[in-house]
Each structure stands twice: as structure tokens, then as C-alpha cells.
């Protein structure tokens, strides 16, 4: 069954995403709460009483504890929000579940993450089909969007994935991963993750991703569900 983020009226939407967004157990709402937003409840919740959290978790807490799967796009020309979310349905109804042997908190770059443990290799396949099936509705990159995503370092098989599909990190170059903190200095990871291991619940294992979200960005910067969809393929 859908289930539609409660809201008060219809809001507009200025880009849309895929993304898994866990919700209903202790290691989800400890993200939502770490974050301090809940993109499913589509609100602020309060966060722990920590130094230097608010400034840690700026960046990923405009998006909420998720894994993305297919990454903020605008609306091509012609397709709306329910072409859109009937497309996304449809998507999740064909597709099965994906998952691997569980969670673990890592670095990734310069800042911590949830990453599986065991072979990704599904998860991954996931999302390629969430970011092909659904590439029709995304708009092409302006030169604001290019510019933003052309980050030095890139390889040319990045360049070329962004080229394509609109994101560097996409196909063989995606890796599920669900956000903790933002770039964080050279000396500051360790400190963030001794915390972070301190106070995370227990992690699901085995992990699986057994529904999708729509989710849309608001005219505040940050993204909220607009519906989710069960995998049932």
C-alpha cells in the first residue's frame, strides 16, 4: 500500500528523488533525530545536545537520513508530479527487494555513512534501474547543476556517468551509503565516529531495502516523502 507524508496542503516541488527512507524502528529514528530533520514526517525533530552537531550535519540534514538511489533531478518539459509517482509505482510493483548482510558505520571521503556489509552488489543493480526506468522525467543539468556536479578528481568513466544520466556516482560508480555528517576536517572524523558509535542502536542485519520513496525538495531547501512504494516484484 502508498503511504502518502502527511501534509497540511499540497506544496510545490522544485526537484524530485528516489530514495530509501527507513522510518518505524530505533536505528531510523536515531537518524532522523541525529540529523535532525525527519524527511519522512516531512519536520524538524530535535537534536542531541552535542557541540558541533548542528554545524556537522548542515549539509546532510537538508535531506534526512536516507540512501539515495536516484539523485535530485527538476521535471523534464510535459511530466508532472503524478506522471511521475504513477511511473515510481509502477517501478516498485516490478521490482523485488534488494539487500546485503547488514549496516555499518563508516568513513566515505571525508565524512561518516551507514555502508553495507557483505555483497552490494544488489542494492547497486537497484538503483541502476531506479536512475534508468526513471531517466525520462529528469530535466537536463543547467549550467548551475553542471558546474555544481563536475567536482575535480572525477574519472572519465564519472564524467561520462554524468554526462548520461545527470550524476557522476550512478551505475558501476554508485555505493549505497546513508549520511551521517557532512565533509568533515582532516582531524575531526575519528572524534565523530567514536560518538556516532557510542550512541548508535543496533543496526539492522541482515539489511534490505523492501520500499522506494518519491521524494520532492521544498521551497526551504529541504526534502520531505511524498509517497512510498513497497517492492513487490
Known sequence: MVQAAPKEQIMPY????????????????????????????????????????????????????HATLKPPFRLAQGMGEARLAAAVAELAEATAPAGCDGLKLAPLGRFLALVPQGDDRALGQLAGQVVSTLDRFRAAPNATERARRQRPGLTERQKALLAEW??????????????????LAPEMPGNWRERLNTMLPPLPAPFKVNEIALAG????????QIASYPLTG
Open 166 to 183: 545527470g550524476y557522476p556516482f550512478v551505475m558501476d560508480q554508485f555505493r549505497f551509503h546513508m549520511t551521517l555528517t557532512g565533509r
Open 217 to 224: 525538495e521544498r521551497d526551504d531547501g529541504y526534502f520531505e
Open 14 to 65: 522544485s526537484r524530485y528523488a528516489i530514495y530509501y527512507l527507513p522510518s518505524g524502528d530505533p536505528w531510523s529514528a536515531f537518524g532522523a533525530s541525529w540529523l535532525g530533520w525527519d524527511a519522512v514526517r516531512g519536520c524538524r525533530v530535535e537534536q542531541p545536545a552535542i557541540d558541533g552537531l548542528a554545524d556537522v550535519t548542515a549539509t546532510p540534514g537538508r535531506y534526512g537520513f
